[in-house]
T-cell receptor, first 113, second 115 residues
Framework: GENVEQHPSTLSVQEGDSAVIKCTYS??????FPWYKQELGKGPQLIID?????GEKKDQRIAVTLNKTAKHFSLHITETQPEDSAVYFC????????????FGKGTHLIIQP | ETGVTQTPRHLVMGMTNKKSLKCEQH?????MYWYKQSAKKPLELMFV???????ENNSVPSRFSPECPNSSHLFLHLHTLQPEDSALYLC??????????????FGPGTRLLVL
């Protein structure tokens, strides 16, 4: 089955700086890679996703890159703001079966004022 | 709001109790999922339902029993749980399950504490 590794487990950055979270996956058949943000007391919320037919996707301050050869993908947040503080999860899915998402362990992002 | 609601939001139960968690989605989706989220561990997929039929059961102990009476509702029946079952239980839904990768939308979760 799929295995997703996520680093770092905790990331502290100054407000206004950029944050990068990295994930690797093991199943070369995986073709869908979403990123979720989870705030305290809430369920994970999808913030951006990428499919294997593209290498990069951007939505305002958030971007995701995918390297299929190396089997890794990254989340980039620019101009970080206090409301970006949360736990971020990467995930991977093989769209050929009925499997759910395989998640990484999460990154606790702390934005220092 | 994601269109997926869960009740109750918090639940405390003894090991001999029977309780049920409820999930409802208002998105017109055909697939629903149960995940378990424990501290320091990745979200773990428990069950997948597609068009009210169970299509995935990830070696979950029988003390957890899912039920999907229709495509909008999903239940998780709990019976004689153990303290290590304490966790956040998340429900999610997607347009379909299998065939192609689908975006999943999560509810807020039920925080369960087993004493």
């Amino acid at each position: 089955g799929e295995n997703v590794e996520q680093h770092p487990s905790t990331l502290s950055v100054q407000e206004g700086d950029s944050a990068v979270i990295k994930c690797t996956y093991s199943d070369s058949a995986s073709n869908y890679f979403p990123w979720y943000k989870q705030e305290l007391g809430k369920g994970p919320q999808l913030i951006i996703d990428i499919r294997s037919n593209v290498g990069e996707k951007k939505d305002q301050r958030i971007a995701v890159t995918l390297n299929k050869t190396a089997k890794h993908f990254s989340l980039h947040i620019t101009e970080t703001q206090p409301e970006d503080s949360a736990v971020y999860f990467c995930a991977a899915m093989n769209g050929q079966g009925a499997d759910g998402l395989t998640f990484g362990k999460g990154t606790h992002l702390i934005i220092q004022p | 709001e994601t269109g997926v609601t869960q009740t109750p939001r918090h639940l405390v139960m003894g090991m001999t109790n029977k309780k049920s968690l409820k999930c409802e989605q208002h998105l017109g989706h055909n697939a629903m999922y149960w995940y378990k989220q424990s501290a320091k561990k990745p979200l773990e997929l428990m069950f997948v339902y597609s068009l009210e039929e169970r299509v995935e059961n990830n070696s979950v102990p029988s003390r957890f029993s899912p039920e999907c009476p229709n495509s909008s509702h999903l239940f998780l029946h709990l019976h004689t749980l153990q303290p290590e079952d304490s966790a956040l239980y998340l429900c999610a839904s997607s347009q379909d399950a299998g065939g192609r990768a689908e975006t999943q939308y999560f509810g807020p979760g039920t925080r369960l504490l087993v004493l």
